[in-house]
């Protein structure tokens, strides 16, 4: 629709006095046909838009997953330097300086990861550095010389980076945010695979392996203590419970970070289907629940690891 300039119309006067009168006012079609312009044009821009708050949630619970791995990661080097101690003589223990490499390669994965997230509801601030992942996989195989090329290949994040940089360049529109999330749906997928079903699964038997020594170290000597340390054997069988305690909590922790992940891929999934005709109702109904359970993880996640 075409609106009229009104400042050409004939019967719009110069707007000061004039011999003393008022300057003349627009005839009423004008006006009407003007207040009309400006209504279609609003209902053309609400009608354009979808209120996205409950993506914006969904990132920001996610990053809150997102930010407790380090305290993942940390607790699970610190348990095994603990362990070291129990491991019998003549057995080679743990080799927790690798791990620590490795962690440092695998934090990076989940940086971009949680990054990329983040950004689809405009939480991340800057986009992590492109370089800081162009050579994770060489990094990754230095760390593990056993880690599979189907794994590696899961955790090519640069997909990702790239895309942070087009979310930010994109101004947050709604038309490129869907088409980003359609074309980096199946890197989010992969990712998320790998962060589960390597980085978390290694943590978690990393923790599984350290109680199981000290379990054995613990029976070993209570036993040998009992009969005529009673004072030191309940002392050790407290320091036993409490140790397990901690673990199964760790344990625990690493099994939220893995149902997060799952929770993350799914839900992309979802808006990656439904990226052609989003509204707001259907999004609350389906996104709704799972910012509640990522929420949950997190929380879940910072007690277990402090």
């Known amino acids: ?19 003393g009168e008022e300057a003349s006012q627009p005839p ?37 997953v997102g930010n407790n791995y380090k ?52 939480v991340a601030s800057v986009a992590p550095p492109k370089a800081a992942f ?11 010389p056993q880690i599979t090329q189907a794994q590696l290949g899961q955790a090519k994040a640069a997909g990702l980076a790239d895309a942070l940089s087009k979310i930010v360049l994109s101004g947050y529109q709604q ?43 613990c029976i070993s000597n209570r036993n040998q203590l009992s009969a005529t340390e009673p004072l030191a054997t309940k002392l050790l069988t407290w320091k036993c419970y409490e140790d397990k305690a901690k673990i199964d909590a760790q344990i625990a922790g690493v099994e939220q970070y893995k149902k997060a992940l799952a929770t993350i891929a799914s839900t992309h999934k979802t808006l990656d289907k439904q990226r052609n005709a989003w509204s707001t109702k259907e999004l609350v109904q389906d996104i709704g629940p799972q910012i509640s359970d990522l929420s949950a993880a997190a929380l879940a996640m910072q007690k277990a690891f402090q």
């Open 71 to 122: 305290r993942l990661a940390d607790d699970t080097v610190a348990t095994c330097h603990s362990a070291a101690k129990f491991f019998p003589q003549g057995r080679t223990p743990i080799d927790c300086d690798r791990y620590v490499q490795l962690e440092s390669e695998l934090a990076k994965v989940n940086d971009v990861f949680f990054a990329y997230i983040a950004s689809l509801g405009k």
């Open 175 to 217: 038309h490129t945010l869907a088409r980003i999330i359609n074309e980096n749906n199946s890197s989010v997928q992969a990712v998320a695979s790998f962060l589960s079903d390597y980085a978390a699964a290694r943590s978690g038997q990393v923790l599984y392996d350290s109680w199981t020594l000290e379990e054995q170290y």
């Open 28 to 64: 009423w079609s004008i006006r009407r046909v003007t207040i009309l312009g400006y209504i279609l044009l609003s209902i053309l821009a609400t009608a354009s838009c979808v209120d996205l708050t409950e993506i914006a949630q969904f990132a920001k619970s996610s990053q809150d």
């Open 1 to 19: 629709m075409i609106i009229p300039s009104v400042l050409g119309s004939p019967d719009y006067g110069l707007s000061h006095k004039r011999n």
């Open 134 to 144: 162009s050579n994770v996989g060489t990094e990754l195989q230095q760390a593990d």
